[in-house]
């Protein structure tokens, strides 16, 4: 079992930067594929950023060129660069992890509070 723990979440205006990071219990060098989501009050839980154990990224169409997300599989960690932030990316955001095998596993983290003000 794998635990995610999010952190680096807060208040900043618009147009600046956050980097959050996802801290795992155990290794995730064998989970699949690791993620960004986010639910905004009154709105769905939406992908923000996936990346897979071979690096390969995926982003939603509202973070592209903005949002980097990155793993550390040597340090069971996963980062979020958040740029050029806006109003509309403020939400709870969660981390995220697929692990595929006989049983497939999905784990999820608490969530971190992102609050962008205009």
């Known amino acids: 079992q794998v635990q995610l723990v999010e952190s680096g979440g807060g208040l900043v205006q618009a147009g600046g930067s956050l980097r959050l990071s996802c801290a795992a219990s155990?290794?995730?060098?064998?989970?699949?594929?690791m993620a960004w989501y986010r639910q905004a009050p009154g709105k769905q839980r939406e992908l923000v950023a996936s990346?897979?154990?071979?690096?390969?990224?995926n982003y939603g169409d509202s973070v592209k060129g903005r949002f980097t997300i990155s793993r550390d599989n040597a340090k069971n960690m996963v980062y979020l660069q958040m740029n050029g932030l806006k109003a509309e990316d403020t939400a709870v955001y969660y981390c995220n992890g697929i692990k595929e095998g006989l049983f497939r596993h999905n784990y999820w983290g608490q969530g971190t509070q992102v609050t962008v003000s205009s």
């Open positions: 990346i897979t154990s071979g690096g390969s990224t």
């Open positions: 155990g290794s995730i060098s064998s989970i699949n594929v």
